[in-house]
């Protein structure tokens, strides 16, 4: 039967798995660590040797100050790799440290006289350090190469971005027929038709809106016709509730009706696609049969997610 001290060490080591490069599914991790959290406060302190470490009550003094430090330094100094997760561990512990010897203990002891300007003081220099950090390259972050090469990638896609109008002018919204909620039907309609003699079709969630107007100044408008349809919980490939299923639905009858040459699936994916893949997965197996069903209707198939080019998948059609 685990007694209290087992609970405890078990507890801690939860708290520790934050601490390690690995990433952990967050909808596992938060539960576990808020339950943990929940143990260890009702564990009374004084009759337990774990919870009355002397170590332990010296990081709870300095736990405010770690939680003030953690996020600048991990901003400055992004943890893209194992090394990088040993230094921000260090530095942030080492700062906290120093902080709070030099700073927050004698804070505490300040009278409203002293502290007045104190914070006046913290103030300009919290100005002046933003400033620093957008004005100096000390502060600009490195990646490794491959990192690197994908962050410029996507970089010299943003000026397309912004100087494209966002005020689709030149399309049209049309009445959806079909059972999709008012308020879930993020955009639905054609856009003006182009002079090709091809047919696009763009599906998703909101993320279809931010990539219709890049993707049609890329082909220059060489469409015969361009139709879009943006829902809550459209992620076309994937379901994970009844809200995914009925997108999933109109849009597979809106393939199958207009059967584009070109579709392009644009979505940020629910959580539910992080976990890892097992044997048998019956996420990929979905994904692969959806993928069949639109291939039937379309000559070329992309699916572009979240990432932007560091995670595109296309697929060529049967047609």
């Known amino acids: ?13 939860i708290f520790a798995l934050c601490l390690l490069p690995h990433q952990f599914t967050v909808l596992a991790l938060r539960p576990a660590v808020t339950l943990a959290t929940v143990y260890i406060i009702n564990c ?19 736990s405010y100050v770690v939680y003030l430090v953690h996020w600048p330094v991990i901003a400055i100094f992004p943890p893209l790799s194992t090394q990088n997760y040993i230094f921000l561990i260090i530095s942030i512990f080492v700062s906290s440290i120093t902080i709070h010897h030099i700073f927050e203990q004698k804070y505490l002891k300040l009278d409203w006289k002293a502290l007045v300007p104190f914070v006046f003081i ?10 620093s950090i957008r004005e100096h390259s000390f ?8 990192v690197q090469r994908i962050v410029s990638m996507n970089k010299a896609q943003l000026p397309n971005f912004w100087a494209l109008d966002p005020q689709m002018k030149d399309c049209t919204e049309e009445v959806l027929e079909d059972s999709i909620e008012p308020s879930r039907n993020y955009g639905y309609g054609h856009c003006q038709q182009g002079h090709g003699n091809f047919s696009i079709m763009m599906l998703g969630n909101s993320f279809v809106l931010n990539f219709m107007n890049p993707i049609r100044a890329h082909f220059h408008q060489n469409y015969s016709d361009f139709r879009y349809m943006s829902f809550s919980g459209g992620y076309a490939i994937t379901s994970d ?18 059967k584009p040459d070109v579709l392009f699936i644009i979505v940020k994916h629910s959580y539910n696609v992080l976990f890892p893949i097992l044997e048998n997965d019956q996420i990929v197996q979905e994904m692969e049969e959806n993928i069949k069903i639109y291939e039937k209707f379309v000559k070329k198939l992309y699916i572009i997610e979240k990432y932007g080019l560091h995670l595109i998948h296309t697929r060529k059609g049967e047609g």
């Open 1 to 13: 039967m685990l007694t209290k001290d087992d609970g405890l060490i078990i507890s801690l080591s």
């Open 44 to 62: 009374e302190s004084h009759d337990n040797l774990i919870l009355s470490s002397k170590l332990l009550g010296y990081i709870g003094n300095i």
């Open 122 to 131: 913290l103030v300009l220099g919290n100005v002046f350090l933003q400033n």
């Open 139 to 146: 502060w600009n972050a490195t990646y490794p190469t491959d």
């Open 241 to 258: 509730s009844g809200e995914s299923r009925s997108s999933m639905v109109v849009f597979k009858k809106h393939v199958e009706q207009f």
